[in-house]
């Protein structure tokens, strides 16, 4: 995913002696002026700079509107200004700003700030601990920012099957183990298309998202299914795998036959204009994953409506 930077700036002189600072890099820098900052907002950057001496507006209402903005309330903010008064700069920091550099700017120090900030930020949020994947705030922010830039997509949901039965006869540790495994399946296949636009998140236990550019989904979607069961039997005792099932009490203390543990995915395709908000989305992608689960053993299912 690549990492956008905004300035706001009415100056374009001044912008784009910051957009050459960071040229050789691999953000994604794009400059607007101070009327334009919903244009910034609507995007979800992942940092956001802003030029006070260049702006027609206080910038400290400037930064609680970028705060208070429900996508944009983690989002970093830099203020770089020719104001040294304490009492200005300490208001400013107040107003939920990371960073106020004092102008003349020195280019090496706005360099560093800025990378430094953009490493913080892209493992801050990592936010699962256990696969080192975005977590829901991070998914809803690329699904909205998607279906706003009216982008053709396509989002993998994905989760095991029986995999509650599976931590009652292994623990969680064990349970744990196969999250994190499940998780390399999916980045990995995931990342393996070339040229596409891709993320990969974690919503939580044994659910994952993936968001993919145009790409032949179907083919995704087999790579992982061949590759989670190729492996899957490493975390099964020998017992298991040669009877096939797993075997769990009840709280009526009869035992229950399960499956061993496989992965059901649906697909949604977002052609342009089919969904206006995300909550559609997941919406269609239970039902098509719901599919997907009535089929016994590692299955996919893609919904190609159109409407």
Same mark, same amino acid.
């Given at each position: 995913?690549?990492?956008?930077?905004? #300035?706001?700036?009415? !100056? &374009?002189?001044?912008?784009?002696?910051?957009? $050459? =600072?960071?040229?050789?890099? #691999?953000?994604?820098? $794009?400059?607007?002026?101070?009327?334009?900052?919903d244009? %910034?907002?609507?995007?979800?950057? @992942?940092? #956001?700079?802003?030029?006070?001496?260049?702006? $027609?507006?206080?910038?400290?209402?400037?930064?609680?509107?970028?705060? @208070?903005n429900e996508?944009?309330?983690?989002?970093?903010?830099?203020?770089?200004?020719?104001?040294?008064?304490?009492?200005?700069?300490?208001?400013?920091?107040?107003? %939920?700003?990371?960073?106020?550099?004092?102008?003349?700017?020195?280019?090496?120090? &706005?360099?560093?700030?800025?990378?430094?900030?953009?490493?913080?930020?892209?493992?801050?949020?990592? *936010?699962?601990?256990?696969?080192?994947?975005?977590?829901?705030?991070?998914?809803?922010? /690329?699904?909205? $920012?998607?279906?706003l830039k009216?982008? /053709?997509? %396509?989002?993998?949901?994905?989760?095991?099957?029986?995999?509650?039965?599976?931590?009652?006869?292994?623990?969680?540790?064990?349970? !744990?183990?196969? #999250?994190?495994?499940?998780?390399?399946?999916?980045?990995?296949?995931?990342?393996?298309?070339?040229d596409?636009?891709?993320?990969?998140?974690?919503?939580?236990?044994?659910?994952? *998202?993936?968001?993919? @550019?145009? %790409?032949?989904?179907?083919?995704?979607?087999?790579?992982?299914?061949?590759?989670?069961?190729?492996?899957? /039997?490493?975390?099964?005792?020998?017992? !298991?795998?040669?009877?096939?099932?797993?075997?769990?009490?009840?709280r009526?203390? *009869?035992? /229950?036959?399960?499956?061993?543990? +496989?992965? +059901?995915?649906?697909?949604?395709?977002?052609?342009?204009?089919?969904?206006?908000?995300i =909550?559609?989305?997941?919406e269609?992608?239970?039902?098509?994953?719901?599919?997907?689960?009535?089929? &016994?053993?590692?299955?996919?299912?893609?919904?190609r409506?159109?409407?």
């Amino acid at each position: 995913m690549v990492q956008e930077i905004y #300035i706001i700036d009415d !100056d &374009m002189k001044s912008a784009n002696e910051i957009i $050459k =600072l960071f040229e050789k890099d #691999i953000f994604k820098i $794009k400059s607007v002026v101070t009327n334009q900052i919903d244009i %910034a907002l609507r995007d979800i950057p @992942s940092l #956001i700079i802003i030029n006070e001496d260049s702006i $027609k507006r206080d910038i400290i209402e400037l930064c609680q509107k970028i705060r @208070s903005n429900e996508d944009n309330g983690i989002t970093p903010i830099i203020v770089i200004s020719s104001n040294s008064d304490k009492e200005h700069r300490l208001n400013v920091l107040k107003s %939920a700003v990371e960073y106020y550099i004092k102008k003349p700017m020195d280019k090496d120090y &706005m360099y560093h700030t800025v990378r430094n900030l953009m490493r913080l930020m892209y493992m801050n949020r990592r *936010v699962s601990p256990l696969t080192g994947l975005p977590g829901n705030v991070q998914i809803h922010a /690329e699904l909205k $920012k998607r279906v706003l830039k009216k982008e /053709e997509f %396509a989002v993998l949901y994905a989760d095991l099957d029986h995999f509650k039965e599976y931590n009652d006869v292994y623990g969680f540790l064990k349970g !744990d183990e196969m #999250i994190k495994y499940t998780a390399r399946t999916i980045v990995r296949n995931i990342h393996e298309l070339k040229d596409n636009d891709c993320f990969v998140g974690h919503i939580g236990g044994d659910d994952f *998202v993936a968001i993919v @550019s145009k %790409a032949n989904y179907e083919e995704v979607c087999q790579n992982i299914i061949a590759q989670f069961d190729k492996y899957i /039997e490493q975390y099964f005792n020998e017992e !298991d795998i040669q009877r096939g099932y797993l075997e769990v009490e009840n709280r009526k203390g *009869v035992i /229950e036959q399960f499956p061993l543990t +496989s992965i +059901s995915i649906g697909v949604v395709e977002a052609d342009y204009g089919r969904f206006e908000n995300i =909550l559609q989305i997941g919406e269609v992608g239970a039902q098509v994953k719901h599919a997907a689960k009535t089929i &016994m053993g590692s299955s996919y299912a893609i919904d190609r409506r159109k409407k």
